[in-house]
């Protein structure tokens, strides 16, 4: 956000902020409410968004940049993380670590790219190490009592095994944080654990949690640009831009003795 705001002062732009909490009846309101306001473009964080909110986005015929998820035959410009770079970063980093047992975790794939591009290029950098056992789940982010039963499963699975869990997204992390809390695993120690999006609390859990840092600021002033662009010239042709985010290195993925 402070990204956004960066480049709107630089620009002469009023920003108008709606939160939506992946709520229907707010995420029609403020459908309206942008259209009453005659906004000129809007920055859309799209992941987690239901799918026809983003079709009533596409009908609005705004000037519109997507943050981090492209939306299926919905031609319009996304900034965000290098997904596929990121994901072979924190594979290689616990395969490097000794780890040979690995679960894949996220929410429901559906047709969200950036959990897809995450999964396959964790697939894609395990072929090279044909010792290493992989798999993947899918979970909704709010079952604990499912989370917690693959967990345990998982890393009775691979007993005897360096088994790490590597979890697609902020939101999940916290989730599998409290699961392995309540199934008595710890990190760093019983498991390994590595989490897409730094966390305010990541230092602070335990020996740390390994986090994959998304350069939010440069991906936010970068998504106000583009859309500032776009207000300016409709004619523009649609682009991607990607940024390499940053592995913070905690003791949770640390080697297992």
Same mark, same amino acid.
């Given at each position: 956000?402070?990204?956004? /705001?960066? %480049? +709107?002062?630089?620009?002469?732009?009023?920003?108008?902020? +709606?939160? &939506?909490?992946? /709520?229907?009846d707010?995420?029609? #309101? $403020?459908?309206?409410?942008?259209?009453? $306001?005659? !906004?000129?473009?809007?920055?859309?964080?799209? !992941?987690?968004?239901?799918?026809?909110?983003?079709?009533h986005?596409q009908?609005s015929?705004l000037?519109?940049?997507?943050?981090?998820r =492209? *939306?299926?035959?919905?031609? +319009?410009?996304?900034?965000?993380l290098?997904?596929?770079?990121a994901? /072979? &970063?924190a &594979?290689? @980093?616990?395969?490097?670590?000794? $780890?040979?047992?690995?679960?894949?975790l996220?929410?429901?794939?559906?047709?969200?790219?950036?959990?897809? /591009?995450?999964?396959?290029?964790?697939?894609?950098?395990?072929?090279? $190490?044909p010792?290493?056992? @992989?798999?993947?789940?899918?979970?909704?982010? #709010?079952?604990? %009592?499912?989370?917690?039963?693959?967990?345990?499963?998982? #890393?009775?699975? #691979?007993?005897?095994k360096?088994?790490?869990?590597?979890?697609a997204n902020?939101?999940?992390?916290?989730?599998? %944080?409290?699961?392995?809390?309540?199934?008595?695993? @710890?990190?760093?120690?019983? *498991?390994?654990?590595?989490?897409?999006?730094?966390l305010?609390?990541a230092?602070?859990?335990?020996?740390?949690?390994?986090?994959? =840092?998304?350069? &939010?600021?440069?991906i936010?002033?970068?998504?106000?640009?583009?859309v500032?662009?776009?207000?300016?010239?409709?004619d523009l042709?649609?682009a991607?831009?990607?940024?390499?985010?940053e592995?913070?290195?905690?003791?949770?993925?640390?080697?297992?003795r």
């Open positions: 956000m402070s990204g956004i /705001e960066a %480049a +709107c002062r630089e620009q002469g732009f009023t920003l108008l902020m +709606c939160n &939506t909490n992946n /709520e229907v707010l995420e029609q #309101h $403020y459908l309206q409410l942008l259209s009453s $306001y005659q !906004v000129e473009g809007i920055v859309v964080n799209a !992941v987690g968004m239901r799918e026809e909110v983003l079709s986005l009908q015929l000037p519109m940049v997507l943050i981090d =492209k *939306i299926p035959d919905f031609p +319009c410009d996304v900034v965000g290098n997904n596929a770079e994901a /072979e &970063t &594979t290689r @980093h616990l395969v490097d670590n000794g $780890y040979d047992a690995l679960l894949f996220s929410e429901p794939l559906g047709s969200v790219n950036t959990r897809r /591009e995450r999964l396959q290029a964790f697939r894609q950098v395990l072929t090279a $190490y010792q290493v056992q @992989h798999e993947n789940a899918e979970l909704a982010l #709010h079952q604990p %009592a499912a989370l917690d039963q693959a967990l345990r499963a998982f #890393h009775q699975r #691979h007993a005897g360096r088994s790490a869990v590597m979890v902020g939101a999940l992390t916290l989730q599998v %944080a409290r699961s392995l809390q309540r199934i008595n695993l @710890h990190w760093g120690s019983d *498991i390994g654990l590595l989490g897409f999006d730094e305010e609390w230092a602070l859990a335990g020996v740390g949690i390994t986090t994959l =840092k998304q350069p &939010t600021w440069q936010g002033y970068s998504a106000l640009q583009r500032i662009a776009r207000i300016e010239s409709s042709p649609v991607e831009q990607v940024f390499s985010g592995l913070i290195v905690r003791g949770s993925s640390q080697p297992l």
